[in-house]
């Protein structure tokens, strides 16, 4: 057979291998030199179905443009104040929209977490010409805002797991409409939050109504009211601060007030016919009015927070408002109040 034939040594390919090896070796060791760093190699997100899926709301202007959003939460997940989290629940927000304000409702405690005022903006630099933001809590877990309260704390509802009847709500005029958030409790009791909205109003309407209470063992007072206290609204936040305060009428005009803060004794009860309970800044208030039963007592409950504007770090006021009212042993709850 014929031997096969060695191809000739090409010094000029092996010299060409030699210089490109050495270009890949040394070329981090260059990039080094130069100062230059290469952008990291981005991995494929992967899909969580347990993550939670945030609503946006403008973080600049704050207006409440959250529409049927969902908040999803895992099985594992729990919510308190004797309330089970049902299987298969999502938390949902539903936005209102009118000429006068604009504002996001949470199935989470039927909560209101946003609240904008249209037709008022603010004046310092920062947020010039902004619309005025009174609430933004999505994630205060019911600390700020219109809250339902009883005696004992026996229950929280601003953490129940509600379902919702209805969805974005825009109205103009002597229009109305009404959203209603409804919840079971681990004995078997049905509780029913409500809120209707108005066109030309900036108040609305807010029920609650428990048929049979006894199954949650509710006999004692209840409390509803403004909790939390409300955000400076003024170029001078020290100043706005100084106006913060829980007020009411008391019978037909004795004004209450509370404007400072007592760290030893944070809790004042003021007993009485009580027409409404607020708490204020230096230019808006939001009031708390019994409509279907006379309320019987004001209580505050002052303290003090840390805010942050500008860059500045101040401490501000915090004052929480309710009306009390009775609740009488083996009788439906159904009562309403104008917010």
């Known amino acids: 057979m014929m031997e096969e034939q060695r191809k000739p040594f090409d010094s000029k390919a ?17 990039w080094e030199f130069i100062g230059y760093t290469p952008s990291p190699k981005q991995s494929p997100t992967s899909i969580d179905s347990t993550s939670v899926e945030t609503p946006v709301i403008d973080s600049k202007v704050k207006q409440a443009t959250v529409s049927d959003t969902i908040r999803y939460y895992a099985p594992a997940d729990s919510i308190s104040g004797g309330f089970a989290l049902p299987d298969g629940w999502n938390e949902r927000f539903i936005s ?17 977490i946003n609240l904008v005022l249209k037709q008022f903006t ?16 999505l994630d205060a877990a019911g600390g700020i805002g219109p809250r339902f309260r009883f005696a004992g704390e026996k229950f929280d ?10 969805s974005a709500v825009s109205l103009t005029g002597s229009d109305s409409a009404t959203i209603e958030f409804s919840t079971r409790t681990p004995a078997g009791g049905r509780w ?7 066109g030309d109003r900036h108040d609305f309407g807010a029920r609650l109504r428990v048929p049979e209470p006894w199954k949650d063992g509710i006999e004692r007072d209840l409390f509803y009211g403004w909790e939390g206290g409300l955000w400076p609204t003024e170029p001078d936040i020290a100043g706005d601060n100084g106006d913060f305060a829980a007020i009411a009428l008391m019978g037909e005009n004795d004004l209450e ?5 007592d760290r030893e004794n944070p809790i004042s009860t003021f007993g009485g016919e009580t027409k409404w309970v607020a708490v204020r800044t230096k230019y808006f208030v939001c009031a708390t009015i019994p409509r279907s039963h006379e309320g019987e007592a004001f209580r505050v409950e002052a303290g003090e927070r840390p805010f ?13 408002a309710w009306v009390r009212t009775q609740l009488r042993a083996g009788e439906p709850i159904d009562q309403t109040f104008s917010v």
């Open 14 to 30: 092996f010299l060409a291998f030699g210089v490109l090896l050495a270009l890949v070796l040394l070329l981090p060791l260059y």
């Open 122 to 137: 603010y004046t310092d630099q920062a947020r010039d010409g902004q619309p005025i933001v009174l609430l933004d809590s």
């Open 308 to 320: 942050v504007f500008a860059g500045q770090k101040l401490t501000i006021k915090e004052f929480s």
């Open 257 to 261: 007030k509370v404007g400072s803060v």
């Open 157 to 166: 509802l601003s953490q129940a797991a509600f379902e919702v009847s209805g």
């Open 96 to 112: 209102v929209s009118t000429p006068r304000y604009d504002a996001v409702f949470s199935s989470r405690g039927a909560r209101l």
């Open 192 to 198: 029913t939050i409500s809120y209707t909205f108005y």
